[in-house]
């Protein structure tokens, strides 16, 4: 049973090395987009900021694999999941991947409060 303790992580992993890679390797189709949305991404993508994000999503995707370091791993992916979140909600209007990469999110950081404690 102590294998269940993993899947948020697992699924976690898989959503941000996918979507990551998927910035720099064609390996998703990309969605089309218009009017806030495509001016937003525009202007991120520009700038090169969406690619620091990518890297970060990589980055944590890969450490949250590793038990020892999941909990840095949610301390980088949690602003990223709500920034998500927000862009569905405020650019798209409707919420989508985003409330499920917050309670993922949610579930490791409740596995892991052991390590958050000196945080309190």
Do not use: C, D, H, Q
């Given at each position: 049973m102590k294998f269940l303790t993993h899947i948020p992580a697992t699924i976690l992993a898989f959503l941000f090395l996918l979507g990551g890679l998927s910035f720099f390797l064609p390996l998703l189709p990309v969605p089309a987009m218009t009017g806030n949305s495509l001016t937003f991404?525009?202007?991120?993508?520009?700038?090169?900021?969406?690619?620091?994000?990518?890297?970060?999503?990589?980055?944590?995707?890969?450490?949250?694999?590793?038990?020892?370091?999941?909990?840095?791993?949610?301390?980088?992916?949690?602003?990223?999941?709500?920034?998500?979140?927000?862009?569905?909600?405020?650019?798209?209007?409707?919420p989508g991947i985003g409330i499920l990469l917050i309670a993922l999110i949610g579930l490791v950081v409740y596995q892991e409060k052991h390590k958050f404690m000196a945080l309190v």
């Open positions: 991404f525009n202007l991120l993508g520009t700038t090169g900021y969406m690619a620091v994000v990518k890297i970060l999503e990589i980055l944590g995707g890969v450490l949250i694999i590793l038990p020892t370091k999941r909990a840095l791993a949610t301390v980088i992916l949690a602003p990223i999941s709500v920034n998500i979140f927000l862009f569905e909600i405020f650019m798209i209007g409707t």
